[in-house]
């Protein structure tokens, strides 16, 4: 189990010394530890790819494996514990954390108490990673491109609009937001997030194509702090921005465009349905349906 687990650690974090530091051993001392594993297996289960370490064929197989087999001797040891039945891994994108998942999990542990809900977050890319290793049984937030759907199925909840945002007294904030945006610092979508095709579309039909963002974020912190404390604005999913939008923090520029949004939902392996799945599948449907 010590090998085992150090081997996992070691996989998601793609190095010893974070690794080392959260076990509270030396760094040689788990090398040690990955060393006897790869004699025990007769093979190397990493290789160095500059400062990282990332899986060979065989470590990706065997990670599998020791995934399936960690998970199912914590839902054996949960079985002996009274008032605990498992354990539901979600990973949740930024556009539903701020008002819908909260909303959501609070509604989950009161119908379900006895099963832990682990939530994940990060980009998209991330989390859709975790989802097809076995991480995490479902991602929340929205649609995969259609390249990324084989062997998942998409439970739609509702649309979400990527909106326009700077501070409440934006010099530009009732102008066109095409003479906005050309005076104004922007910030973008990484361009992994899934929002980042929809916003290059509508700035090469304004003419803006060439524009360069001053940053890229879907952070709700660092997007909230430079709009706050600048003259930038903001692309964004709204659900992101909800609580700032309704405290009256940051403005909405209008852009006149209707395809800014997208569906959101819940990303899940066809064919899994661990403990408790359904119930909180239903409940975000029902969540989702209450919505403004």
């Not at 990973?91 to 006895?114: K, Q, S, W």
């Not at 050309?182 to 990484?190: E, Q």
């Not at 999913?237 to 939008?245: D, I, M, N, P």
Request: one cysteine or more; proline letters at 6%.
């Amino acid at each position: 189990m010590r090998h085992i687990r150090a081997f996992l650690d070691i996989a998601a974090e793609g190095g010893l010394s974070a690794v080392a530091r959260a076990q509270g051993i030396t760094q040689p001392a788990l090398s040690r530890t990955l060393a006897e594993l790869e004699a025990l297996l007769g093979q190397p289960m990493f290789l160095r790819q500059g400062r990282r370490l990332v899986l060979t064929e065989g470590g990706a197989v065997f990670r599998r494996h020791a995934l399936t087999a960690i998970q199912a001797l914590e839902a054996g040891a949960a079985a002996l514990r009274p008032g605990v039945s498992g354990t539901l891994r979600v990973g949740v994108l930024p556009t539903v954390a701020t008002r819908f998942m909260p909303r959501v999990v609070l509604r989950f542990r009161d119908l379900r108490p006895e099963i832990l809900l682990a939530v994940e977050t990060g980009p998209h890319f991330h989390l859709m990673r975790m989802l097809r290793e076995g991480l995490v049984d479902l991602v929340v937030g929205r649609l995969p491109g259609a390249a990324e759907m084989a062997g998942l199925s998409f439970d739609h909840l509702y649309e979400d609009e990527v909106v326009l945002v700077g501070r409440t007294d934006h010099p530009f904030r009732h102008r066109p937001a095409q003479e906005a945006l050309a005076a104004s610092p922007v910030i973008l979508p990484p361009t992994t997030a899934l929002i980042r095709p929809v916003v290059e579309d509508y700035l090469a039909a304004n003419g803006l194509a060439g524009l360069r963002p001053a940053v890229e974020t879907v952070s709700l912190a660092l997007g909230r702090g430079i709009c706050l404390s600048s003259d930038a604005l903001w692309f964004i999913s709204r659900g992101v921005v909800a609580h700032e939008l309704d405290r009256g923090d940051l403005a909405i520029l209008p852009t006149g465009a209707r395809f800014l949004s997208g569906a959101v939902g819940m990303t899940q392996r066809q064919g899994s349905a661990p403990t408790g799945l359904a119930d909180f599948a239903e409940i975000a449907r029902e969540v989702a349906r209450e919505r403004p």
